[in-house]
Nanobody, 125 residues
């Protein structure tokens, strides 16, 4: 089993920045791909970004490209999401997720085996 705990959410003004962290514990060898998803009120949970074990392969949802940067530090079992130029439409609960393999698209929500509890990000206009 893998446990995932997010931190770093909060309230920020439009144009500001936040950095989310996701700490993994347990069987961390099962976190070959780690990703971030988000869910706004009344909407489906959507893919934001993902990164493979090496950190070399990343994937981003179109609306966050150029603004968000995903990374991971395997020595610390931690993944990060640096969010810059935040917009009110980025407001959501952000979830950390992990999966054991990379056989399907990184944005496939169903392919993730483990999930965190989420952290709220609110961007005011």
């Amino acid at each position: 089993q893998v446990q995932l705990v997010e931190s770093g959410g909060g309230l920020v003004q439009a144009g500001g920045s936040l950095r989310l962290s996701c700490a993994a514990s347990g069987r961390t060898s099962s976190t070959y791909v780690m990703g971030w998803f988000r869910q706004a009120p009344g909407k489906e949970r959507e893919f934001v970004a993902a990164v493979d074990w090496s950190g070399a392969k990343t994937s981003y949802e179109e609306s966050v490209k150029g603004r968000f940067i995903i990374s991971r530090d395997n020595a610390k079992n931690t993944m990060y999401l640096q969010m810059n130029s935040l917009k009110p439409e980025d407001t959501a609960v952000y979830y950390c997720a992990a999966r054991r393999d990379a056989y399907s698209a990184y944005g496939s929500r169903a392919a993730y085996n483990y999930w965190g509890q989420g952290t709220q990000v609110t961007v005011s206009s």
